[in-house]
T-cell receptor, first 116, second 110 residues
Framework: DTAVSQTPKYLVTQMGNDKSIKCEQN?????MYWYKQDSKKFLKIMFS???????INETVPNRFSPKSPDKAHLNLHINSLELGDSAVYFC???????????????FGPGTRLTVL | QKEVEQNSGPLSVPEGAIASLNCTYS??????FFWYRQYSGKSPELIMF????GDKEDGRFTAQLNKASQYVSLLIRDSQPSDSATYLC??????????FGTGTQLKVEL
């Protein structure tokens, strides 16, 4: 029944490691997103894919690489993890109906990444 | 200047009172405005969106938009303890990219 799901929920790892977070949505939406929420609760968009095509790519270190195998999945791979990468990462999805404001984004439960 | 500014709070209101949350933004080209609620340890969920000047009401919630003054607000009537959460203001310039404020923490006290 979960609309947007993410795995894992918690991720604790050492500096320098490579890790991936997976996201899946069963809402039939065309667009998916990755957000980072830091310790001050500031939520900032990182990437967005529409039908497997990258449409938003914010100023994010190239250690972060999103991959969308199909429109229901958007994964985030992070190389050479750093202490500053510790945050909560949220996946979201939306169906752009082309109407102003009518593209509600549904968020997943988040993945809390802790880099030691 | 931040793109979207909110007072971080906490804003404390007694149960049954009206909570007023405010948000200002810098980009006059912003078109759609959203209020998300985020409980501690949970994901954001949409409460309302507004894109025309004026008021929009949905149950106990009213969003107000004034594009000339570049502010958007959220009023919560008859505040309940279950309304205690962080309220995130967000906007788009017409596309899918949401820009969020840092959020206002609301505490509704018994």
């Amino acid at each position: 029944d979960t609309a947007v799901s993410q795995t894992p929920k918690y991720l604790v790892t050492q500096m320098g490691n490579d890790k991936s977070i997976k996201c899946e949505q069963n809402l039939g939406h065309d667009t998916m997103y990755w957000y980072k929420q830091d310790s001050k609760k500031f939520l900032k968009i990182m990437f967005s894919y529409n039908n497997k095509e990258l449409i938003i790519n914010e100023t994010v270190p190239n250690r972060f690489s999103p991959k969308s195998p199909d429109k229901a999945h958007l994964n985030l791979h992070i190389n050479s993890l750093e202490l500053g990468d510790s945050a909560v990462y949220f996946c979201a999805s939306s169906q752009d109906r082309g109407l102003a404001g009518d593209n509600e984004q549904f968020f997943g439960p988040g993945t809390r990444l802790t880099v030691l | 200047q931040k793109e979207v500014e909110q007072n971080s709070g906490p804003l404390s209101v007694p149960e049954g009172a009206i909570a007023s949350l405010n948000c200002t933004y810098s980009d006059r080209g912003s078109q759609s405005f959203f209020w998300y609620r985020q409980y501690s340890g949970k994901s954001p969920e949409l409460i309302m969106f507004i894109y025309s000047n004026g008021d929009k009401e949905d149950g106990r919630f009213t969003a107000q938009l004034n594009k000339a003054s570049q502010y958007v607000s959220l009023l919560i009537r008859d505040s309940q303890p279950s309304d205690s959460a962080t309220y995130l203001c967000a906007l788009t310039g017409g596309g899918n990219k949401l820009t969020f404020g840092t959020g206002t923490q609301l505490k509704v006290e018994l």
